[in-house]
């Protein structure tokens, strides 16, 4: 649990940066999307985790996925068929049961970096929110509560401009272009530095993170 501690006390910091300075990130994506999955592990959360004063990450996790009103109810059709619909509901409930980012991201990066994504809620939590029980996740899963989350995740999704054609889907300070995508994919931690217009933090002076040799997108 030491990556929860670091972010607890970056997060309780007498000086902290206003929400107006920080580069804000959303990322629109699939759970079971290999790519996504490999942007999460080796991008976005290490560099949240050395840079968790100067971003605010969005998490939106439906992708490419098609959604359908069945007399009432929210229907879902996804890329990689229904376990990703499943665990996509998982980490759409986990962001909404869980109080701030620092909360559930380690629990979300955890499970992307399992081999099998679904099955590991249980040792992911236990590991890192043991005081959520996986009942309570489910039942919002199984639930009402999971297929609105979902149909919200839909709507911001599907109201993205320009649309997306892709996932990870990534859009920065209100902006997405071709650019911006292929650097945050190949170097996120050295392009949030160079956008955050503040006193740039020791992390920054530094040197980066490895950057991928190659970037990977699942096609809508």
């Not at 976005?44 to 840079?51: A, N």
């Not at 955890?110 to 992911?124: I, K, R, W, Y």
């Not at 509560?145 to 859009?171: E, F, S």
């Amino acid at each position: 649990q030491v990556e929860e501690q670091c972010l607890d006390y970056y997060n309780h910091k007498d000086v902290k940066k206003t929400n107006d300075e920080k580069v804000n990130l959303e990322l629109y994506y699939e759970s079971l999307c290999g790519g996504c999955r490999s942007f999460i592990a080796l991008q976005l959360y290490p560099t949240f985790l050395m840079l968790p004063d100067i971003m605010n990450v969005t998490l939106v996790p439906f992708g490419n996925a098609q959604e359908k009103n069945v007399s009432g109810k929210w229907e879902y059709e996804c890329q990689h068929g229904p376990e990703e619909c499943y665990g996509n509901t998982i980490e759409a409930c986990l962001i909404h049961l869980l109080p701030g980012i620092a909360s559930y991201f380690p629990i979300i990066d955890c499970m992307e970096m399992s081999p099998n994504c679904t099955a590991a809620l249980q040792p992911c939590l236990q590991a890192l929110k043991p005081d959520l029980p996986v009942k309570t996740v489910l039942d919002c899963v199984n639930g009402d509560l999971g297929n609105k989350l979902m149909h919200a995740n839909a709507q911001q999704t599907q109201a993205l401009d320009p649309p997306h054609q892709y996932v990870p889907w990534l859009v920065i300070n209100g902006k997405h272009d071709d650019d911006l995508q292929t650097r945050a994919q190949k170097a996120l931690f050295n392009l949030v530095c160079e956008l955050y217009k503040g006193e740039k933090p020791e992390a920054c002076t530094g040197k980066g993170v490895t950057p991928l040799k190659k970037e990977s997108v699942c096609l809508n």
